[in-house]
């Protein structure tokens, strides 16, 4: 004799609204980023400028909506930028932005007072601007930052993919 057997099953109904805000905020949870502050970016720095090598080598790639994306590779010798490119491409460095790790800390204190002024970057009115970033524990060096613009496309994503001391 065959036996059947009558499984009931449940469902549960999820509104596809909700399902896309949690598959949203699942995905942010796994690559947030600490936001960053005055402290917090002070603090880096204060770090950086105790540990600071005369001589190191940065791999830079940045991304963004409004920027066209490119890997900085800086070699830096006694302080001083010694080789920037640009996606292969020499460059001059300009003073505040040449994509060292004080040229980094430079850039964001700089975002710091922008993100105050939302609309500056596109944001509309009521909507704010997310600043978050990681810095190495000991050193004190930037590893990843990102700024994200309520309602408008306007984002900036830094990771520094390459680090050494020379």
Request: hydrophobic share 40%.
């Amino acid at each position: 004799m065959l036996r059947t057997h009558n499984l009931s099953r449940n469902v549960v109904r999820v509104k596809p609204a909700f399902l896309f805000a949690a598959i949203l905020f699942a995905g942010a949870a796994c690559s947030r980023l600490p936001t960053l502050t005055p402290q917090i970016l002070a603090e880096a720095e204060e770090k950086w400028n105790t540990h600071r090598p005369d001589s190191y080598r940065l791999i830079i790639e940045m991304s963004g909506d409004r920027v066209e994306n490119g890997r900085f590779e800086v070699e830096v010798r006694a302080a001083q930028v010694v080789s920037l490119r640009r996606n292969g491409l020499v460059l001059r460095p300009n003073a505040g932005q040449d994509y060292t790790m004080d040229g980094l800390f430079h850039m964001l204190a700089q975002e710091l007072g922008l993100a105050e002024k939302p609309a500056m970057l596109g944001a509309p009115p009521g909507y704010s601007v997310y600043l978050s970033a990681k810095f190495d524990d000991a050193t004190g060096r930037l590893m990843r930052y990102r700024r994200i613009v309520g309602g408008a496309s306007n984002s900036v994503e830094v990771n520094v993919v390459k680090y050494a001391e020379q």
